[in-house]
């Protein structure tokens, strides 16, 4: 069945970096929209960036322009989100999902992962 499993949160000073991962199974990441949402305490889950199911094309939210980026590795099934330069409101709950794209428009499907933890603090 269809499974997203993020790994790589955790604690980095303001200005670190991590690196995010989504291992997907049940199929295969080229043949959708792929996408890293956020979600913080008290606040609704966000889009961060997207990357397209042709060409690669991707999609950043204002706040993370500059600082994010998203790639897809075919061979692994997986899909990184590099993280640099992190501030303290980027802190939040990181999570996958594969879903639909035309343009600069992304739609979710029901298919997330359990999350991982981003914490930006010194």
């Known amino acids: 069945q269809t499974q997203l499993v993020e790994s790589g949160g955790g604690l980095v000073q303001p200005g670190g970096s991590l690196r995010l991962s989504c291992a997907a199974s049940g199929f295969t990441v080229s043949s959708y929209a792929m996408s890293w949402y956020r979600q913080a305490p008290g606040k609704e889950r966000e889009l961060v960036a997207f990357?397209?199911?042709?060409?690669?094309?991707?999609k950043y939210a204002d706040p993370v322009k500059g600082r994010f980026t998203i790639s897809r590795d075919n061979a692994k099934n997986t899909v990184t989100l590099q993280m640099n330069n992190l501030k303290p409101e980027d802190a939040a709950v990181y999570s996958c999902?594969?879903?639909?794209?035309?343009?600069?428009?992304?739609?979710?499907?029901?298919?997330w992962g359990q999350g991982t933890q981003v914490t930006v603090s010194s």
């Open positions: 990357i397209s199911r042709f060409g690669g094309a991707t």
């Open positions: 999902n594969r879903g639909t794209s035309f343009g600069d428009s992304y739609w979710p499907s029901e298919y």
